[in-house]
T-cell receptor, first 112, second 115 residues
């Protein structure tokens, strides 16, 4: 049972444009969401997070949007840069637990 | 900073042998450490959660006698894969959290290949 889903395994975006990565979840108990970036053969790197009491969080080129009613969150990267090319994982956790449930990842490729 | 290291970064072992992987938080005290494994092109799957000084909590389907976890201090956790078999070949990643924090800081991972 995949509680966190990233339905797009890959995404290709031109440099300078916006990248939008999507994530859906099924567990209504999740109240904290995170995005990680991962290069091959390396551990994930934390990017940005959002609490369920918010619907938007912004940090530089990265913005995460949360739609609780739809159980959907998205990561916007603008402008996209070639160095953003990596696999992006969304993750979720529920109150009173620090366990993270990861999505399956989306491979982003930013081309010149 | 919040740096987590893993050692070794890659290891090849023969079937039936045991392998120990270390996870260290270098510049903070990690109240909780997590162990994940990742198969090619798949998500990170949580194996177990460990707190310093107590027994690890394993996820459903993870054999605790096969994957021994020891969290001896606030900066060190070890994962020992006992009697390794080729199907144990995977990428093992640890992470750690600070006290009161949600963000997990990940190590660089260990590639295990069992021949």
């Amino acid at each position: 049972d995949q509680q966190v889903k990233q339905n797009s395994p890959s995404l290709s975006v031109q440099e300078g444009r916006i990248s939008i990565l999507n994530c859906d979840y099924t567990n209504s108990m999740f109240d904290y969401f995170l995005w990680y970036k991962k290069y091959p053969a390396e551990g994930p790197t934390f990017l940005i997070s959002i609490s369920s009491i918010k619907d938007k969080n912004e940090d530089g080129r990265f913005t995460v949007f949360l739609n609780k009613s739809a159980k959907h969150l998205s990561l916007h990267i603008v402008p996209s840069q070639p160095g953003d090319s990596a696999v992006y994982f969304c993750a979720a956790s529920a109150e009173a637990t620090d366990k993270l449930i990861f999505g399956t990842g989306t491979r982003l490729q930013v081309f010149p | 900073g919040a740096v987590v290291s893993q050692h070794p970064s890659w290891v090849i072992c023969k079937s039936g042998t045991s392998v120990k992987i270390e996870c260290r938080s270098l510049d903070f005290q990690a109240t909780t450490m997590f162990w994940y494994r990742q198969f090619p092109k798949q998500s990170l799957m949580l194996m177990a959660t460990s707190n310093e000084g107590s027994k690890a909590t394993y996820e459903q389907g993870v054999e605790k006698d096969k994957f021994l976890i020891n969290h001896a201090s606030l900066t060190l956790s070890t994962l020992t894969v006992t009697s390794a078999h080729p199907e144990d070949s995977s990428f093992y990643i640890c992470s750690a959290t600070r006290q009161g924090g949600y963000e997990q800081y990940f190590g660089p991972g260990t590639r295990l290949t069992v021949t």
